[in-house]
Nanobody, 121 residues
């Protein structure tokens, strides 16, 4: 699975940005697509995710402000980020959670290149 992320940039507090991620390759194995972020000097954390069935989950810090959705093509996912705060500044990574049957379901994670989001006045 290959992931191509786009979007990001510099925005003022309270502004909005949209991140997109397109998956290619063995997309039939994708169980969920997620967005993670990693601020400077911190660990990489899950921001939002959407399963192949359409169920979504969000980090508490972004609930009500961020929305993850699938594009018309099921191999694309978008993260709409509204009411951005300086603490949202981070490198954002698209992730594909894939499952392969090997006498049990085995999870393999794939990562796109990071995209910088900077929220600053």
């Amino acid at each position: 699975v290959q992931l191509q992320a786009s979007g990001g940039g510099l925005v003022q507090p309270g502004g909005s940005l949209t991140l997109s991620c397109a998956a290619s390759g063995s997309i039939f194995s994708i169980n969920a697509m997620n967005w993670y972020r990693q601020a400077s000097g911190k660990q990489r954390d899950l921001v939002a995710g959407i399963t192949s069935g359409g169920s979504t989950n969000y980090a508490d810090s972004v609930k009500g402000r961020f929305t993850i959705s699938r594009g018309n093509a099921k191999n694309t996912v978008t993260l709409q980020m509204n009411s951005l705060k300086p603490e949202d500044t981070a490198v954002y990574f698209c992730n594909a959670d894939t499952r392969v049957w090997r006498d049990a379901w085995i999870r393999y994670d794939y990562w796109g290149q990071g995209t910088q989001v900077t929220v600053s006045s």
